[in-house]
């Protein structure tokens, strides 16, 4: 056991929340350190989240146009595009290595010092990490950061096993095209991974406990989402039913379903399941216990408005922490703004206006609240929509899924809340969330020049749509 100068800041867990930190900590001048046992950086997001995901989820989406739409576009022999699932997988394999690799040359770069290993808390200043290599350490620091991230929560009578009970880890590294999946939860997990699979061939079938998938988002969005989904990828959804129990059989897995409005029972057997009913904080090992750190009844750490927990100099930021959706980008926002405050600066992310996107196609993007959400809080409020079959560019392109809706408050016209359906939804849902960060008005978006022909334009004749009328439809 060595002991060390005290760093300033040291960082438990290399996520998107942790890495951002411990690099931003460094680049303002403070000596730091980031602890990460998984062997390589990045976290849920670079390794087993995001980034496979949307990797396989662009493979996926090439192979399902080639068949379903190439011929429309005069194209000849997309019947004939075959897919090599283990290719596939070593592609999405190399951009993640490629990335978490940057992120280990960003931390040399920027001079912080990596331990490979696990980080426990000995007392509030004193770390030890167990290395992977088989050695100790223990660490000194005057500041923490813990960003231990979440992990999948499974159901409480079927434990993960990875080869026919699946959570997102496995579904993204299923090495042959499954016959049958069973998806336990539409949320994004749930749809993004059920679509990578559903354009190959497998049949899938989303078991939803609420009445609709994604219940949190606006509704409009999810109806048309989940049509699109039935129609183009033959995704069957059952809503408002619960799994009341399971069992692996010898052809996979067995379901007890029971519909919440019916009382109705049903058994659907498939060859795997994909178990996405969310996901829960993770700090199994941290040593919480030696220093009295305060969690909610469900595990988050509890922070206040400066990312602080119940014990001084011990801070918590990312999917770990009560505040805020569980997104890496949101991981990252917290990240820097931490290590602004720890270094004597002013940190701030605005929770209200935090863009989440899930990566179907068409891909769903929204920023603010919803008008589910905002006619139940009483705010006075208007409603401007613009359907992309009216865009020149998306019928020039022959994809017109989808549309986007703008929400203002009537008084004063400031947008409240932006919800997008579209092939480019991610990409679009960047002007709107930099027009609500700026605290615009609908006005201010549709009397600002768009390029033509664009997708951005029926964001700007939605907002002409709040204030005044849209030109096109
Ligand atoms: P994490 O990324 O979970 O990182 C925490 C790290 O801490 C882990 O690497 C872990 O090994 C390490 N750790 C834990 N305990 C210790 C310890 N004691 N010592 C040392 N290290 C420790 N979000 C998006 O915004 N966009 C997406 O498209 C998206 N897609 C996703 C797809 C999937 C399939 C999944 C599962 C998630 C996705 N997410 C997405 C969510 C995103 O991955 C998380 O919100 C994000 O990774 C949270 O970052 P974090 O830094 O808080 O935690
Ligand atoms: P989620 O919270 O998005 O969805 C879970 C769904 O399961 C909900 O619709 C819920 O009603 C349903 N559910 C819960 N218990 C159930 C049960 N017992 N039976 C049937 N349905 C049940 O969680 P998910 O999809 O697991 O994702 C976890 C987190 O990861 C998300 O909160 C999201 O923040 C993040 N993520 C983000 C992505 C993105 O930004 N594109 C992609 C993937 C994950």
């Known amino acids: 056991?060595?002991?060390?100068?005290?760093?300033?800041?040291?960082?438990?867990?290399?996520?998107?929340?942790?890495?951002?930190?411990?690099?931003?900590?460094?680049?303002?001048?403070?000596?730091?350190?980031?602890?990460?046992?998984?062997?390589?950086?990045?976290?849920?997001?670079l390794n087993v989240g995001c980034i496979p995901s949307k990797a396989l989820l662009?493979?996926?989406?090439?192979?399902?146009?080639?068949?379903?739409?190439?011929?429309?576009?005069?194209?000849v022999g997309g019947e004939g595009v075959t897919m090599d699932v283990t290719k596939m997988q070593a592609q999405k394999d190399k951009a993640v290595k490629g990335l978490t690799a940057g992120i280990e040359f960003l931390f040399k770069k920027n001079k912080v010092t990596y331990y490979k290993g696990e980080g426990a808390f000995v007392d509030a200043t004193t770390i030890q990490v167990k290395g992977l290599d088989g050695k100790n350490e223990t660490i000194q620091t005057k500041k923490t950061v813990i960003a231990t991230g979440s992990e999948p929560t499974p159901l409480p009578f079927l434990p993960f096993d990875e080869t026919s009970v699946l959570s997102s880890t496995g579904a993204l590294a299923i090495p042959k095209v499954p016959k049958t999946l069973a998806v336990i939860g539409g949320?994004?997990?749930?749809?993004?991974?059920?679509?990578?699979?559903?354009?190959?061939?497998?049949?899938?079938t989303v078991v939803e406990f609420a009445d609709r998938c994604c219940p949190t988002l606006d509704s409009d969005v999810t109806d048309i989402l989940v049509k699109t989904l039935a129609k183009n990828e033959k995704i069957a959804f059952t809503t408002s039913t619960k799994v009341v129990s399971g069992k692996k059989v010898a052809d996979g897995v067995e379901l007890a379903l029971e519909s919440i409005k019916t009382g109705k029972t049903e058994t659907l057997t498939t060859e795997a399941i994909l178990v996405s009913v969310g996901r829960r904080p993770f700090t199994a090992g941290l040593g919480l216990d030696k220093i009295k750190l305060a969690t909610t009844d469900r595990g988050f750490i509890t922070i206040d408005d400066h990312f602080k927990t119940n014990v001084p100099n011990v801070y918590a930021i990312g999917d770990v922490v009560n505040k805020g959706p569980m997104l890496a980008h949101k991981a990252e926002d917290e990240g820097i703004a931490v290590a602004e405050m720890l270094a004597g600066k002013a940190g701030h992310v605005n929770y209200d206006v935090i863009p989440g996107v899930i990566y179907t196609m068409p891909e769903v993007?929204?920023?603010?609240?919803?008008?589910?959400e905002l006619r139940k809080a009483g705010v006075e409020i208007k409603v401007g929509k613009f359907p992309f079959s009216a865009n020149s560019r998306a019928k020039a392109t022959g994809v017109e899924d989808g549309f986007v809706k703008v929400i203002t408050d009537a008084k004063t016209d400031k947008i409240l809340g932006v919800h997008l359906v579209n092939s480019q939804a991610g990409e679009l849902i960047a002007e709107a969330t930099l027009a609500m960060e700026y605290g615009a008005s609908s006005e201010d978006v549709g009397r600002t020049c768009h390029a033509h022909p664009t997708l951005s334009e029926a964001l700007k004749e939605a907002c002409m749509a709040c204030f005044a009328k849209a030109i096109h439809s």
């Not at 993007?365 to 589910?372: D, I, L, N, Y």
Request: include cysteine; proline fraction near 2%; charge should be positive.
């Open 58 to 75: 662009h493979a996926t989406h090439l192979y399902h146009d080639a068949h379903a739409n190439f011929s429309k576009y005069g194209l």
């Open 365 to 372: 993007a929204s920023v603010g609240k919803t008008e589910q």
């Open 187 to 204: 949320g994004v997990i749930g749809l993004e991974l059920g679509s990578v699979w559903a354009r190959l061939g497998t049949k899938v």
């Open 1 to 45: 056991t060595r002991v060390l100068n005290p760093y300033d800041v040291v960082v438990i867990g290399g996520g998107p929340g942790g890495y951002v930190a411990a690099i931003k900590a460094a680049q303002l001048g403070l000596k730091t350190a980031c602890v990460e046992k998984r062997g390589s950086l990045g976290g849920t997001c």
